[in-house]
């Protein structure tokens, strides 16, 4: 049978009911028949085709595909179909192709059959679906970054980053406002960017910094007003907006304008320099949703650095109180030296009734501004961070009895008795800072003793599981229950109708609570006014020493004090302060008339002395003008390795003074203000 032979016609009306375009194709590839349907996209008219072969009237890579097709039915395949495109006026139209073959009556081939479907519409819903589903997760990722990101910057950029890739732009980037005070007016600068590759990166270019509002009013306009700028270059008006975004070879552009709190901040900006693109609402409307959350992101940062510049501001406010604490009382102990040392040599010397009354209420006084002074020392190191917990063995039985002896005038003063309620089975050595323990019991106590009249103040001590329990009860007049709350805060004296009748600084129980925080503790309070105060706190901060691992105490031997009175002892008192080496020189003439004293005004003339003669004890002072008292030992030691014990003079209270001390060599410290007795001791220790 002919292919001519076939009632073509009468199969018209079944391919309309297909509603595609029909070509009917003879084997040599030409162009029998057409059918147009409702579905007519055919750029020639039906008289163009028939009788041509299809090389002949359509673009090659289509041609090619259609003897691909042949092909593959003339072997087996009983459908082919493939997809391809044309450009049409200013885009693109997308069309499916499927190929069958026409049998004749005798099974042979005569023939194909080609029906063509227009798929555009199709085609841009699933490449937008696509882009959307691309741009939904790039916008998860950087709304991701922009909260979890500390660096805004780094989370701006790298969310540019992803939008651009996902909308498959060519620039995406951002530009931050500003004022520029010369120029008197509002301006915006290129802050990042993100370049595909195929257009030339803008980030470089200085006519993208500080551009004035006035010259890019086209499009700054609509963003002051809060409205997205979404353009084809090529249907702008002609005028400065279209020449700025034509010489960056740009034609279609989409700018969203970030506000933070009311204010344009700026705006992020999509470029496309080869296709135009036709942004859908659905996409701005997400972009919309990203410069919605980089607002966010810059209000949050602008409010965590107004927080964190205060807080600077009220740290370095408070830093600077405690340097300016830290430093006064430095410079009051110097003095209260003289005071405390002489006073105490004055009651030693014969006074009349009168005299003595005065210099005993000298004692008292000098005494009590040496704990409020070393009081406010310790609470401005404390305050600004110094606190060093330093452990060593501690007996605890003789740590309690040296609490005890330190209380006992007070207790006896006050008319209130001290019971001691410890636990037989507390361990006998622990490792603690028996230091810092010893300041807050005694603190605690100090304070239930004047807190009480003619009453009982109890110090208990109890193991519990793996704590140690403290306790502190008194019978005194108690806090009421407002107060309760803030006692521990520095400066605060609770009943302020009372503090006139109770000395104090208002600091023992903010330093003991601070102190016992860096071991570790927490200092608890119950209270009834007219009953009694109880102060308690676990130590957990401690290790028991076993036995057999206790070590030996460096005891400073049998020798008394009275044995050293007959020694001759050979004094060199290092200090350049007149007061200090007369005081320090009376003490030790009295204590030891047999010795001799030297005198060295500062480190050059102690180097001298040292060069002379051996001495039995140096006392250095550590704060001298020209060389300062380490530099001094060191070089005494280097003139002599086996230079006698010496002993620092410092009014540095702190840890790190006394560890450096030690660390260098030093026999050991004495804090000014020390007593006559405190000098003796380290005499008897030093020379033992
Ligand atoms: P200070 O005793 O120097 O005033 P503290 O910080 O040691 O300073 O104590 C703060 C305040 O707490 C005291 O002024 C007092 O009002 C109250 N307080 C402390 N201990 C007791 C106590 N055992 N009994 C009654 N009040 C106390």
Known sequence: MKFDSITIK??????????EVVFLIDQQGTFKHVVRTSQDFLLLPPSEFIGKHHREVLPEPISDQIEE???????????VSFEYSLNVGNGTDWFIARIGKIIDDNGSLVGYVAMIRKITHKKSMESGLVRKEKMLEAIAFANKELLENTNLTESISNGIRELGIATGADRCYLFENGFDDEMGEETTSQKYEWNSGSAAPQINNPDLQNLPFSAVSDF?????????????????PDGGLKEALAAQDIVSVLLMPIYVQDYFWGFVGFDDCYAERVWSESEINLLKSYAVSISSAISRKSMEDDLKRSKEIAESANNAKSAFLANISHEIRTPLNGVVGFTSLLSDTELSEEQRLFV????ASSAVLHSLIADILDFSKIDAGIIEIIRSQTELRTFVSEIENILRYQFSKDGNQLILNIDPSIPEYILVDSIKLKQVLVNLLSNGSKFTSKGVVTLSIVPQNEVLRFEVKD?????????????FNPFVQGDLSRTKKYQGSGLGLSISKKILEAMNSEIHVESEPGKGSTFYFDLRDYEVVEQEKVQAENLSGDRTYSDLKKFKLKILIVDDNEMNILLASMVTRKNYPESEIFLAANGFEALEKVRQSDFSIIFLDLHMPGIDGFQTYQ???????DLCPVVALTADASETAKQKCLDTGMHGILIKPFSPKELNDMVVKCTG
Do not use: C, Q, W, Y
């Open 10 to 19: 009468s199969l018209d009306h079944i391919f309309h009911a297909i509603d």
């Open 69 to 79: 097709s042949f092909k593959r039915l003339s072997a087996s395949e009983t459908l």
């Open 220 to 236: 700054v306009e609509p963003m002051t007003k809060r409205v997205p700028l979404n353009a084809i270059v090529r249907e702008l």
């Open 360 to 363: 005993n209420n000298l004692k």
């Open 475 to 487: 019978t005194g007049i108690g806090i009421k229950p407002e107060d309760l709350k803030t006692i």
């Open 635 to 641: 070089k005494m030691k280097a003139l002599r390795p």
